[in-house]
């Protein structure tokens, strides 16, 4: 743009300068006719076409890349917020994910604990009975889960009970 602006400058300085050899009028043939005109200023009229539609054309052209700069800048924006709003869901459904798995796992840790306090008071229940009746209990005596456990008398000073 600078270029053109230089290269106008110029030119019309040189028309300046040569203003009567541009004025001179001039037999100049069209093809079917002839016409009486001054050949500088038809020529100078033509350069100052072209240059008046090379800076439109630049214009439309920057106008034009301005605009498809701000569709772009929309569309990525818009983008961004659905990659944004789909990562949150996700971050959503692996927190649930993770809760319910979290529960499931709580759950199951205190059915164990229920479970095995269940069999502690069961066994600490026959050894009461035990003691309450002396040696005459028998060898083996299943417990309420299906598994026997050997029965043997307690010996004082061991920390049982």
Known sequence: ????????????????LNWTAFATPMPLSLGVT???APLGLIM?????VLSVAFVAWALALQ?????????????????RELADKAEAS????????LDQALAEQRRHVEQQANGL????????????????????????????TGVP?????????????
Not at 44 to 48: C, E, N, R, S
């Open 1 to 16: 743009m600078l270029v053109l602006c230089l290269v106008l400058l110029l030119t019309g300085v040189f028309a300046l």
């Open 117 to 144: 306090a269940a069999a502690v008071a069961e066994l600490e229940d026959r050894l009461d009975r035990r003691q309450a009746l002396g040696p005459a209990t028998p060898a083996l005596a299943p417990l309420a």
């Open 34 to 36: 002839t016409v009486e």
């Open 44 to 48: 100078l009229g033509l350069v100052v």
């Open 63 to 79: 106008a034009q890349a301005l605009m498809d700069t701000r569709r772009m800048t929309r569309e990525l924006q818009t983008q």
């Open 90 to 97: 996700r971050f959503t459904e692996l927190r649930a994910h």
């Open 149 to 161: 456990v050997a029965a043997a008398p307690l010996r004082t000073g061991t920390g049982l009970r």
